[in-house]
């Protein structure tokens, strides 16, 4: 995958501006708006049952994150998948601390098993979990990083159908064939509620205008490390508070002349 393709891809999503529709978790929900928007893309928060379908059925990407559980919020998640696959929408799926109870691992994969997703995005730990290996979780947080997740993404993704991507210090994405491992970021998103699952929906905005979804997340994952880099070296370096703000002003800013700059992405082939 060429920098070049990256740049063209983060161009081609703030011309289209594609509407992100999101069911996400109630801590993230502000930052994940105020995120894409700052990208160039449309957020959307909808989570009655009697609208997600029209407005999955709008969206140029659908994505469904399982931070804050409750019953109508799956029930709601189900409808909204159901309705992306029938308008051809692909659908982001974020397995927030699938392992950490039996609800969450067993939601996760009722929603791949009645939905179409088209890219799995989580932690080692919670890609684990959900193909039925036991990793170990806190709260909704990795024990630790997990060895080996070229490997891990690659069998999750041939076992499940799906575009897997594994975030970790080093962020991987497959569709079981080729093998992105994309080498940008910085320690302070760890330190920011809500980085990952932001991540998980401007996976989806790249999704929206790129089919190949491998190619589509590789791209999100590079732009959002970049900025991140970018955010560490000015300001943001203080601390979480300040790279907050900080991180949300590089994704606007954020170019393709830095993605030929900074870009670390190296391809693979099991």
């Known amino acids: ?20 529709h999101n069911i996400t978790n109630v801590v993230v929900t502000n930052f994940t708006a105020n995120g894409l928007l700052a990208l160039g893309a449309s957020p959307v928060m909808a989570y009655a049952k009697q609208e997600v379908a029209d407005m999955a059925k709008l969206a140029g990407a659908l994505v469904l994150n399982i931070g804050t559980l409750n019953e109508t919020e799956v029930e709601a998640m189900l409808i909204a998948g159901r309705a992306a696959n029938e308008a051809g929408v692909p659908v982001v799926l974020d397995p927030v601390g699938a392992g950490a109870t039996a609800y969450r691992t067993e939601t996760a994969r009722r929603i791949l098993s009645e939905v179409r997703v088209s890219v799995l995005r989580g932690n080692a730990a919670e890609v684990a979990n959900v193909i039925g290996r036991q990793v170990q979780i806190k709260g909704v947080d990795a024990e630790g990083d997990g060895a080996g997740a070229a490997e891990l993404a690659v ?36 330190r920011v509620t809500g980085t990952g699952c932001l991540l998980s929906s401007v996976i989806g905005a790249f999704a ?23 955010a560490a070296q000015g300001r943001g370096s203080e601390g979480p508070g300040s790279f907050q703000t900080a991180f949300l002003d590089r994704l606007a800013a954020v170019s393709g002349a830095d993605m030929e700059q900074m870009a670390r992405i190296e391809v693979l082939h099991p």
Not at 167 to 190: F, I, Q
């Open 155 to 190: 069998e999750a993704a041939r076992r499940l159908g799906v575009t897997v991507v594994v975030t970790g210090r080093e962020d991987v994405s497959t569709n079981g064939n080729a093998v992105y491992v994309v080498k940008n970021g910085h320690p302070l998103l760890t």
């Open 1 to 20: 995958m060429q920098k070049a393709e990256i740049a063209a891809m983060l161009e081609k999503v703030r011309a289209a501006r594609p509407l992100v």
């Open 208 to 230: 929206a205008v790129e089919r190949r979804f491998a190619e589509a997340a590789a791209a999100a994952l590079a732009v959002y490390g970049v900025a991140a880099e970018l």
